[in-house]
């Protein structure tokens, strides 16, 4: 008796194992890879109050729709393949540019240097009644 539980036992494994479905993939599906070609520089110097626009050449590996995130100091500035940057304020800006289709994504960093050629202020060199320039 005590072998025919066995015997029944090791009948009705398989059974239970062929039960089990694989759902799973042999990864045959190819991914496309973003590549960011040109068209960004690694620094970009503008003066205040001037438009900063980037046309980047990004390829694929294979057609699929491609979404574009322009961030500045780390928030969502717009989400265009064109980069539209107008320098109203001074100072250095860190930006992104983030690519992404269902298969990855692919970055590019960059720096926005904002610059004025006079500070704030007026400087007004002249000289006093004995004739010593100042300031």
Known sequence: MK??????LLISLPLLVACFEDRTTLADKPLSHITIETGIESVYNIKKFDKLVIEPVVSQSLNKELTYIWEVNLEEYSRGPVFEYDGNELGKFYCRLIVENEDGK?????????????????????????GNSML
């Not at 072998?3 to 029944?8: E, V």
């Not at 692919?106 to 500070?119: G, I, Q, T």
């Open 106 to 130: 692919s970055f590019f960093p960059f720096v926005v240097y904002v610059n004025s050629d006079y500070e704030y202020g007026i400087t007004v060199l002249s000289k006093d009644k004995d």
């Open 3 to 8: 072998q025919n539980k066995w015997l029944l």
